[in-house]
């Protein structure tokens, strides 16, 4: 079943503020986060496993809900380089199984 | 060194061709994955090995697709009597990880995938 990102696109001015909603309607193994450049491989940001579960990369963080059912990614200050296509990829049951991507969020930082 | 090396980059195959993808992972790394990504769309599981084992390919489309890593390590998706319809980028990720295994260390890391168009 693949998770729900909103919103579907996003446009910012250089040192704003986002963030993106990643939503399951069943509990979840993990999180995982890519930023998508066009023409390009996805590249992996974090992962996050635990509920309550903050994590911080750079001045990109996410965070994971007590319930494992949705996952927000926060970009703060942000910069013409998080300019991409931001994806959540989910995983039940286990580690090292397949991800399920969510449709993918357009963010667009402008000087 | 690297990353996951994909080839062709691009691949144009007039329909009823058969095409063959090419998957380099990164070396040691024993879990590798196919995805499909369809314009403006969030990657597709197509299919995984662990190893030289295909333990899933549910998400194969069709029978026309085959993906094969005879010694564990190279891939290689063929798409046989290839339609319209499979025109997309195709993606391969590599993993450290077993599944199954409990650990945050995860991470797929994803080649640059190769863009097939079928005229």
């Known amino acids: 079943q693949q998770p729900v990102q909103s919103p579907q696109a996003v446009i910012l001015r250089e040192g704003e503020d986002a963030v993106i909603n990643c939503s399951s309607s069943k509990a979840l193994y993990s999180v995982h986060w890519y930023r998508q450049k066009h023409g390009e491989a996805p590249v992996f940001l974090m992962i996050?496993?635990?509920?309550?579960e903050q994590k911080g990369h750079d001045k990109i963080s996410a965070s994971f809900n007590e319930k494992k059912q949705q996952s927000s990614l926060y970009l703060t200050a942000s910069q013409l380089s998080y300019s991409g296509t931001y994806f959540c990829?989910?995983?039940?049951?286990?580690?090292?199984?397949?991800?399920?991507f969510g449709g993918g969020t357009r963010v667009l930082v402008k000087p | 060194g690297a990353g996951v090396s994909q080839s062709p980059r691009y691949k144009v195959a007039k329909r009823g061709q058969d095409v063959a993808l090419r998957c380099d992972p990164i070396s040691g790394h024993v879990s590798l994955f196919w995805y499909q990504q369809a314009l403006g769309q969030g990657p597709e599981f197509l299919t995984y090995?662990?190893?030289?084992?295909?333990?899933?390919k549910s998400g194969l489309p069709s029978d026309r697709f085959f993906a094969e890593r005879p010694e564990g390590s190279v891939s290689t998706l063929k798409i046989q009597r290839t339609q319209q319809e499979d025109s997309a980028v195709y993606l391969c990720a590599s993993s450290l990880v077993l599944a199954g295994e409990s650990t945050t260390y995860n991470e797929q890391f994803f080649g640059p995938g190769t863009r097939l168009t079928v005229l």
């Open positions: 996050l496993l635990k509920g309550g």
């Open positions: 090995f662990q190893n030289e084992a295909q333990l899933d």
């Open positions: 990829g989910t995983e039940w049951g286990a580690a090292g199984n397949k991800l399920t």
